[in-house]
């Protein structure tokens, strides 16, 4: 029998008639690019969505981290988490910054406040924390070690959208946060991203930034091309009114999912008190590396196709130096994240994890 492949994720697609509504202004203006009224509508909603002071659309949310980097003046050792997209640590990279990684907390899978007071050093300037799945980082002891040592703290928000800690936008915390609006994420314009800053004067700089370093003639700074055009800026404000819709219906899956996993050698990453969740992902972690290759073989020939979000842990990239992180090389190493979209049905659900009872019963 052949089956319908399920993909771990799938793109949401307004519908089309809204999507043209917003498209039919861009050509109703004739501006299609360059900080343009659909740009400026969206940046406006993101901003008193999250409550934040200032928010900028970006190109992607790997321009994102870059330009917020740059913007805040970060340079030299950033101590980053090895559990993360490998755009956090290319990031740094491209900005000529040094990651030294610290291991990630086995129960939230983010960054271990302890390893990073370990590492902190006189050449350290910043920390790049990911809000991994959407899962909050411990920002209150972060935020006191960063204090104690002068450094700044960006958060990688890019799976962290309508993610609320202790009463505020996850996005309130630190000096800037990024956000990712790829296709893949709950919120999208096809390609895109954001940062989120509290003080003008840097989002000052993040503005040139991304627009090649001018205001007209008058040239300020370096910078590049990092903008949003109005056609993924429309797909934003068709994409928005969803929103809620759709995380509703990813925590239906969630929940499947939980009920139908009951009882299975599998652990779960847990979320910090205080934590209204966006159901971004839904990550199993297997006892060991096998089990993790056997399941993900089998659902493949069943057609589903499962992803090792996030593999390998990046203090074992070809291009970085680093001490091994123990604890994110194993959950690396063990961890799947199973499809999670919005219409994946009752059947479907029961399709996937009967595959997992099979393979570890
Ligand atoms: C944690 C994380 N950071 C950064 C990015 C990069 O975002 P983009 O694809 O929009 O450049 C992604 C993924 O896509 C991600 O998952």
């Known amino acids: 029998m052949t089956h319908v492949p399920i993909h771990v994720t799938k793109a949401f697609l307004p519908p089309e008639e809204e999507y043209f509504m917003w498209l039919s202004k861009a050509y109703a203006t004739g501006i299609l690019t360059n ?6 509508e969206l940046e406006e909603a993101l901003r008193a969505r999250f409550g934040v002071p200032y928010l900028r659309l970006m190109s992607n949310g790997t321009l994102a981290i870059q330009l917020a980097i740059r913007a805040l003046g970060v340079k030299g050792k950033v101590i980053t988490t090895p559990f993360s997209y490998v755009a956090t640590t290319s990031a740094l990279l491209w900005e000529g910054c040094t990651p030294v990684f610290a291991d990630i907390l086995p129960d939230t899978c ?8 370990a590492l902190v050093d006189a050449d350290t300037t910043a920390i790049l924390a990911t809000h991994v799945y959407g899962i909050p980082c411990d920002v209150d002891a972060i935020d006191a070690i960063a204090r104690k040592h002068g450094l700044k703290v960006i958060y990688d928000a890019a799976h962290a959208f309508d993610v609320i800690h202790k009463g505020k936008s996850i996005l309130a915390y630190g000096d800037a946060s990024t956000l990712s609006f790829h296709a893949t994420k709950l919120f999208h314009t096809v390609e895109g ?9 840097t989002d000052e700089r993040l503005r040139l930034l991304r627009s090649f370093g001018h205001v007209g003639d008058e040239h300020f700074s370096l910078g590049m091309n990092a903008k949003m055009s109005e056609v993924h800026a429309a797909m934003g404000m068709a994409v928005l009114p969803h929103v809620e819709h759709i995380i509703a219906e990813r925590k239906r899956v969630f929940e499947d999912y939980d009920s139908a996993l009951v009882g299975l050698p599998l652990e779960r990453p847990s979320l910090p008190e205080g934590t209204v969740y966006n159901y971004a992902y839904y990550p199993v972690l297997f006892t060991d590396e096998l089990t993790r290759e056997r399941v993900l073989d089998h659902l493949a ?3 589903i196709f499962a992803r090792r979000y996030f593999y390998p842990s990046l203090d074992a990239l070809p291009y970085v130096n680093s001490a091994p992180c123990g604890v994110s090389r194993s959950v690396a190493g063990r961890v799947l994240c199973l499809p999670l979209q919005i219409d994946l049905q ?6 996937i994890t009967s595959v997992l009872k099979e393979v570890l019963g």
């Open 193 to 201: 991203g954001a940062v989120v800053l509290n003080d003008a004067a």
């Open 35 to 40: 900080n343009g009224p659909i740009h400026r």
């Open 346 to 351: 009752v059947q479907d659900i029961q399709r």
């Open 110 to 117: 983010c960054i271990d406040p302890a390893a990073i007071e």
């Open 301 to 303: 020939k069943q057609a």
